[in-house]
């Protein structure tokens, strides 16, 4: 069952920002660890960027790392992505995970998804 909600995509120009929201759908889920996963037409689904409950433990794969970055607020009960510097190749359509267990990059270590939201990014 889908338990997470995410917002905030939208279409921008190449070197634009955007911020995706994720926000857990019931109140007394508090998520160990979220992610954000992203998939392009015709590609899997690859992961992104990683956080802990606490927020001082992030991961992020190698082709956003100075242009995402991920946190979170405890008292939203939110994780949030800020997406800076947007390249075409960041067309994706994200998803908002929760971690389960194991190592953190497969889509397999996730037992929680939210639907999606688009992100087009246009030269």
């Known amino acids: 069952q889908v338990r997470l909600i995410e917002s905030g995509g939208g279409s921008v120009q190449a070197g634009g920002s955007l911020r995706l929201s994720c926000k857990p759908a019931e109140r007394t889920f508090r998520p160990y660890a979220l992610a954000w996963f992203r998939q392009a037409p015709g590609k899997e689904r690859e992961f992104v960027a990683y956080i802990r409950s606490n927020g001082h433990v992030t991961y992020y794969t190698n082709s956003v790392k100075g242009r995402f970055t991920i946190s979170r607020d405890d008292a939203e009960n939110t994780v949030n992505l800020r997406m800076n510097s947007l390249q075409p190749e960041d067309t994706a359509t994200y998803y908002c995970?929760?971690?389960?267990?194991?190592?953190?990059?497969?889509?397999?270590?996730?037992?929680?998804w939210g639907q999606g939201i688009q992100v087009t990014v246009s030269s």
């Open positions: 995970a929760n971690y389960r267990s194991d190592s953190i990059y497969p889509t397999t270590s996730y037992d929680a």
